[in-house]
């Protein structure tokens, strides 16, 4: 069962709970429906690496464990809260390489690869100290505000 809720101090935050699966499909979409269309491919993907981490290596594909998405839109960005139920792991201090996972000779060569995957889709990723908890962001509109600071700072 999929449970949506909404923060009654700021209605921008919404909350999806979902029991853990490797079905995650419909899941993405409902978090991208908002968004521009042409963000959905990237996101999608790095939705779903994000929410398989947190099924597979979190709750353990345990179906009784469930899996709380918590996200907002803004006009500028989006972000995304990922919740499990896990035992939680030890984030890397430091964005996996493609060399660090690509150029294994074994079957390791896949641990890293979702990591390696966040960091390329999203402007924001951070763990919580427990690692139970991914906050994801995405930049939607480049602001130009930075920018014309730095020119008057120049000029």
């Excluded at 499909?25 to 963000?39: E, G, H, Q, R, S």
């Excluded at 709380?68 to 390489?97: H, K, M, S």
């Amino acid at each position: 069962m999929v449970a949506f809720t909404f923060n009654s101090v700021n209605r921008r935050w919404r909350t999806l709970s979902f029991p853990s699966t490797l079905y995650l499909w419909p899941i993405t979409d409902l978090l991208l429906a908002d968004l521009p269309k042409d963000l959905h491919p990237d996101l999608h993907i790095g939705l779903q690496e994000a929410l398989v981490n947190a099924a597979k290596h979190g709750n353990c594909l345990d179906p009784s464990k469930t899996i709380r998405v918590q996200y907002c839109l803004t006009q500028r960005d989006c972000w995304w809260v990922i919740t499990d139920e896990g035992n939680g792991f030890a984030p890397p201090l430091t964005c996996p390489t493609r060399v660090s996972f690509l150029d294994k000779p074994d079957d390791s060569c896949e641990c890293g690869r979702g990591l390696y995957i966040l960091h390329q889709v999203f402007d924001h990723v951070r763990w919580n100290d427990a690692g139970t908890e991914l906050t994801l962001g995405k930049q939607l509109r480049k602001s130009i505000r930075p920018l014309l600071l730095a020119e008057w700072q120049l000029g």
